[in-house]
């Protein structure tokens, strides 16, 4: 069975700093991973995935994410934090239809 | 397309009365999710459907869940009766070809 895990509960990061949140995954086969941000009182947006291709991804708002199968790593980056940035953030993994969600990591932006 | 699309928004009900939640999924996409949100288990997947057929319903808690897919277009999630402990953030979701979930915004349930 699949499994996501993202180690931090919440990440703290002054603007205009680099930022990481980290997930690490399980899954047999080929993974695909993907990012989604969730904003107060509203659903998860998709911000990218992985399929297969180029380790490192670009998604939504300026974030990109680095696929690293040897560490079974999909951390997602952002050059510069912005405070609009803070939000939810949840890593998954697909096996055929279904979605896997990680715990999820708050990220918050002080301005 | 206007996205995926939930009713409710907010449900606020006694214990012992039934809730039925819905859920409009994205025109053509052919696979349907519900997910419950909460602070302490975090988002759990109860139930999907593909072309309308569940699946997978093991994540459903108890047999008070219950859940349909008559057609293409709607679906519904139903508790009956509700308990307090059914208080949470109840999510659908359908699934583009390329494997993108759409959220709806949610439905939260309050259950006094």
């Known amino acids: 069975a699949q499994s996501v895990a993202q180690p931090e509960d919440q990440v703290n990061v002054a603007e205009g700093n680099p930022l990481t949140v980290k997930c690490t995954y399980s899954v047999s086969g080929n993974p695909y991973l993907f990012w989604y941000v969730q904003y107060p009182n509203r659903g998860l947006q998709f911000l990218l995935k992985?399929?297969?291709?180029?380790?490192l991804v670009k998604g939504s708002y300026g974030f990109e994410a680095e696929f690293n199968k040897s560490q079974t790593s999909f951390h997602l980056k952002k050059p510069s934090a912005l405070v609009s940035d803070s939000a939810l953030y949840f890593c998954?993994?697909?096996?055929?239809?279904?979605?896997?969600f990680g715990g999820g990591t708050r990220l918050m932006v002080k301005p | 397309d206007a996205g995926v699309i939930q009713s409710p928004r907010h449900e606020v009900t006694e214990m012992g009365q039934e809730v039925t939640l819905r859920c409009k999924p994205i025109?053509?996409?052919?696979?349907l999710f519900w997910y419950r949100q909460t602070m302490m288990r975090g988002l759990e997947l109860l139930i999907y459907?593909?072309?309308?057929?569940?699946?997978?319903d093991s994540g459903m808690p108890e047999d008070r869940f219950s859940a349909k897919m008559p057609n293409a277009s709607f679906s519904t999630l139903k508790i009956q009766p509700s308990e307090p402990r059914d208080s949470a953030v109840y999510f659908c979701?359908?699934?583009?070809?390329?494997?993108?979930?759409?959220f709806g915004e949610g439905s939260r349930l309050t259950v006094l």
């Open positions: 998954a993994v697909r096996a055929g239809n279904m979605l896997t």
């Open positions: 979701a359908s699934i583009l070809i390329t494997g993108e979930l759409f």
């Open positions: 459907f593909n072309n309308n057929v569940p699946i997978d």
């Open positions: 025109s053509g996409h052919n696979s």
């Open positions: 992985y399929i297969t291709g180029d380790n």
